[in-house]
């Protein structure tokens, strides 16, 4: 049996992050991915232009749609743009019987906004509670906990931030921070920490989500969630140092780069 992948986000118009990056990721790693998308955003290489939020009853519908006929196996969650969808989707979440992969989006690279800072509270409060993973970056961290890591050092002391607002597991990305890409993966007994080449590639866009559609693929599949975040992290690196070029900005990650011959 093929298992079911749900991603809970918006759209990148550009094909780059958001829905787009994660079917492909999903495609690319073998399972029947799904979506409810939360919003539209108009973007590119340069950045987010418009978005604009679905209503909850189009979210709601959307999601069981899916969960009720469907059924998933995995759950991933990316842009939820407002208070309002952040505690729609939370709910849904909690009643679903499935891990859920939380990627506690804020800002796209361009700097542009995709959570209204009204939201916040919300992700602190309902949204990590239901997360098997959440897999913050440094901006992130930062906005959620007021934590700002400048080394790798400060890892340990992010993740316990995050642990405090209840997700089973944290994956701090360290992609932000100069030197190797590292990330922490803990739930506060157990920590394993992934390390990988920097690749000096500008072509990065998506790398957020494709990491955790990855997770959210390999929780389907069975696996841990060290196994899964293992597989991820190898899998958006091969995606990074396959990065090309597209318009004028930031080009996407390459989620096909093992059907061209990559390992
Ligand atoms: N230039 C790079 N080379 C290799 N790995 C990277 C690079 N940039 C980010 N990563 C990795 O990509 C994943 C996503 O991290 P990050 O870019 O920080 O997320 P986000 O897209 O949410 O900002 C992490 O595993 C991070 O370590
Ligand atoms: C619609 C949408 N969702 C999420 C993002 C952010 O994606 P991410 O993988 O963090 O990649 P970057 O934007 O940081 O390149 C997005 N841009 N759009």
Redesign the pocket.
């Known amino acids: 049996m093929i298992p079911n992948v749900l991603t809970v986000?918006?759209?990148?118009s550009g094909g780059?992050?958001?829905?787009q990056?994660d079917l492909k990721t999903m495609l690319a790693l073998g399972v029947h991915g799904m979506s409810v998308i939360t919003?539209v955003?108009a973007?590119n290489s340069l950045g987010?232009q418009g978005a604009w939020e679905l209503p909850v009853e189009a979210v709601r519908a959307q999601y069981r749609s899916v969960v009720d006929d469907i059924g998933v196996q995995a759950i991933k969650t990316?842009?939820l743009a407002s208070a309002e969808l952040v505690e729609t989707v939370a709910e849904l979440i909690g009643g679903t019987d499935a891990p859920a992969v939380v990627?506690p989006?804020g800002v796209?690279?361009?700097g542009d906004s995709?959570l209204a800072a009204s939201a916040l509270d919300s992700v602190r409060t309902k949204l990590l509670p239901v997360a098997t993973v959440a897999t913050p970056?440094l901006d992130e961290v930062a906005q959620i906990t007021g934590v700002h890591v400048e080394s790798e050092e400060q890892l340990r002391g992010a993740a316990a931030a995050v642990l405090a607002y209840g997700p089973r597991w944290v994956l701090i990305k360290g992609g932000h921070l100069p030197g190797d890409a590292v990330d922490l993966l803990t739930d506060g007994s157990e920590e394993h920490w992934l390390r990988a080449p920097r690749y000096d590639n500008r072509h990065?866009?998506?790398?957020?989500?494709?990491l955790a559609s990855a997770i959210a693929s390999g929780l389907a599949k069975g696996l841990s969630v060290p196994e899964a975040v293992a597989a991820a992290k190898e899998y958006v690196t091969g995606a990074i140092e396959a990065g090309f070029a597209l318009g004028e900005g930031?080009g996407p990650v390459d989620h096909g780069w093992r059907f061209r011959g990559g390992s």
């Open positions: 986000a918006g759209s990148d780059g992050a958001g829905i990056a919003a955003t973007q987010v990316g842009m990627d989006v796209s690279k361009h995709l970056n990065t866009h998506g790398t957020g989500c494709t930031i």
